[in-house]
């Protein structure tokens, strides 16, 4: 085995290909561009990066199609707290919020915090691997305080035309109605010796979810569809590569609760579909499309290049009904979000001493606006404002060197960034509610660093450290809401600070990693209620400044007992703590950090091909809060046991699979901070039972 493959292998793609029948060099290649911003294996960065590869995200998909599931039992850190609401993000990784990408493209953003709308935005049977940086990096700036989690798309890999078709059915087993989840893909590529293509379409069908006392759980049902395509010519020496990615959505019923209720209040047993319903809710949809151009070439004076062009467009009209003290009230917006950007990165290779110095270096430009009317679906006509539109430009340029001498590697790097923004005039009229006056706000630059060390304490097995800063500001669309003088809006760049030591490698046939970090940061950027409407249907979340200081643990151990049985397990641990100003230190709830979590999985196969998961997840209580903090609506979660099973076997010329999660139908509590000390929890959902069905050719 390459010895630099064998230090790459981490526990995610190492128990993957323990699994098979054979193990080959290829399939432990982790070439990751996420952590570097040039091609590189895990063991050249000196940070926590997590590779889940096809065979584990498909195996993943039999439980549950979406992605931050996927992700809660592969990669240790990720605190999923949003249950079924698709329409809201509560992904954090150690913590903080985290960037997603597509193919390298981010897609969110600094104007709001994300809907996650990106990572639903594409059909997860069209993902191929997931690369997950955890914890701030100081390589893609402000927007990934928390880490970057990068969605890879399926490409052919062949000369000879190649397909791949899905379908999946899954409902509840005890209350079946309305709970049916209905899942089709299609896709097509091939790789020829001076192109190749890949496209591929998908339908989804999501069903209500229920808890295990048959009670709907809040969330919105919805019918959508999705495309994605990549072609790329080799142009002698270099590569031009085109990507493009669609999506839409039309919601359904949207099951919901009565806004009014007290923080705390338990929403599970009073869960309805709002009636009379909206009026306009035919009108409703959400729209995503993501166009790449991209241009490589191995040898240009020197430099390996690496330029790309990205246009990234989400839309959405919102046509909802909702509950407020026993009345409906109904709130019409829509929003349009936009970003173009251009990234670029050159890599060169040098001797220095008695090693090899690499340095990647380059600029990043993007332009970012946000526009959210609140409007009269009957004439369009704008009457308020969630947002006002906002513009962000930013303009970055970074250095990242990194030299490897004897068994040490030492990286280092620098991003310095630019912004400058402004309210537009887009649907400006100053006789509305929270209209904002148009003009240019303050600039502001950031700066932020990075350092590491790895050192390799045997062909497979090395220890790391490092120093990484992250970056956020303040949500710009809601600092701007109301402004009657751009000039005074302060988006206050904040650098996070993380601290991290950690080990991986191979000892035998035992594959593990293990680390733990620290980070703190004096404005860390949050929402809170505007105090100003407390008591009203709507009230907008307006921005919040916090001292935050957080540290945990993660692990992770993969055994290949046999041939045929692996096991392995994940764990994370995380404390924390939020102090506004002027007001002591709260520790941070479940929605913000998983409490104490092990994941423990055992792969057997009865005999060749038929391949069984079983894993068990415990999640701790979390009892941080007194008496008081409670009744301001702080809440305290007590421990449950997920129990799921998998079973696939090859059918034909594909694979059939079966998966059962919340195997044993438990009650649990998912908890949702919707504003700052603002709980709302539910019961989550209990057994669901998916079919499936896989044919490659």
Known sequence: MNKKLALACLPFVCGAAFAQETVTESSLETVVVTGSRAPAEISEIAASVSVVDERRIREQLALDTNVLSVLDVAVPGLTVSQGEFRNGCRMN???????????????????????????FGLSPHAVERIEVVRGSTALYGAGAPGGVINLITREARSNEIEADVVGQWSFNPHEREASHEYNVYAGMGQSLEAWDYYAGVAYNRYGVRRDPNGTVVPGTTFDEVSAHASLATRLQDGELKFTALFFKQDPDDVYSTDGSQLSGARFAQRVFVPEPGNPYEEQAETTQAVVTLGYTHPEILGHALDLSVYYHDEELIQRSAEYFEGEVFYFDSDADNERLGFRSALNRTFKLSQGDLELVYGVDLLRQSYYRPQVDPASGAVIGYVSPEVILDQYAAFAQPRWQVGRWQFTAGVRHERFSGEVGDRGYDPTLPRVATPGETPDFDLTLFNVGAIYNLTQTLQVYGGFSQGAEISE?????????????????????????????????????????????????????????????????????????????????????????VTVGSLLTYQEGEAKEPGAPAVAFGADTL?????????????????????????????????????????????????????????????????????????????????????FFYYLSEGRRATLGYTLRF
């Not at 969110?108 to 709308?117: K, V």
């Not at 601290?499 to 000892?507: A, C, H, S, T």
């Not at 007194?626 to 034909?652: H, I, K, R, W």
């Open 594 to 678: 998983s409490p104490l979590r092990i994941t423990g999985y055992v792969e057997f196969r009865p005999f060749v091909d038929w391949q069984n998961r079983v894993q068990v997840s415990y999640i701790h209580e979390m009892d941080e809060y007194d008496a008081a903090e409670q009744a301001q609506g702080f809440l305290n979660t007590d421990s449950y046991t997920l129990v799921d099973f998998t079973s696939s076997y090859p059918l034909g010329r594909g694979r059939l699979a079966l998966g059962i999660s919340n195997l044993l139908n438990e009650e649990y509590v998912n908890v949702t901070n919707q504003a700052s000390g603002d």
């Open 93 to 119: 990784i150690r913590g903080r919020a985290a960037q997603f990408l597509i193919n390298g493209v981010p897609t969110n953003d600094n104007l709001r915090r994300s809907t996650c709308g990106s990572l």
């Open 476 to 564: 710009f669309g809601r600092a701007a809401r109301g402004a009657s003088d751009p000039a005074i809006i302060n988006l206050e760049a904040d650098a996070s600070d993380q601290y991290e030591i950690g080990v991986r490698g191979n000892l035998g046939a035992v594959a593990f990693s293990a680390a733990a970090f620290y980070s703190t940061s004096d404005k860390a950027a949050d929402l809170q209620a505007d105090p100003s409407c407390v008591g009203q249907p709507l009230c907008p979340l307006i921005p919040l400044r916090l001292e935050r200081e957080l540290y945990g643990a993660e692990l992770t151990f993969d055994w290949r007992v046999r041939d045929d």
